[in-house]
């Protein structure tokens, strides 16, 4: 069983920070790409920033100058660091990964899990 739980939103003045947290746990071989994607209210799922293994790194326009991706490969956790907040920004958070894992006997993936979310809310 994997799951990936998100934690460290909350409720922000625009120009405040937060720092968003998301460990991968359970039966995990290996961990490919870790994303970070929100979605505003009233609106679709959008890509934030995304880092491989190796520590390739993409952000979305919205996020360049901002928001930091960085992991921890040792954790299976991926961090993101938002800085100089909008209330654009404003939204539920989700991280994603794809990865392989194990059920004892075999490795299977590479499989893609998402976490439950968490909600930013930046106010003005």
């Known amino acids: 069983q994997v799951q990936l739980v998100e934690s460290g939103g909350g409720l922000v003045q625009a120009g405040g920070s937060l720092r968003l947290t998301c460990v991968a746990s359970?039966?995990?071989?290996?961990?490919?790409?870790m994303i970070w994607h929100r979605q505003p209210p009233g609106n679709r799922r959008e890509m934030v920033a995304g880092?491989?293994?190796?520590?390739?790194?993409n952000y979305a326009d919205s996020a360049k100058g901002r928001f930091t991706i960085s992991r921890d490969n040792a954790r299976n956790t991926v961090y993101l660091q938002m800085n100089n907040l909008k209330p654009d920004d404003t939204g539920v958070y989700y991280c994603?990964?794809?990865?392989?894992?194990?059920?004892?006997?075999?490795?299977?993936?590479?499989?893609?899990?998402w976490g439950q979310g968490t909600q930013v809310t930046v106010s003005s």
């Open positions: 994603n990964a794809d990865l392989y894992y194990t059920d004892g006997e075999e490795v299977h993936g590479p499989v893609v899990y």
């Open positions: 880092i491989s293994s190796s520590g390739r790194i």
């Open positions: 359970g039966s995990i071989n290996s961990v490919n790409t």
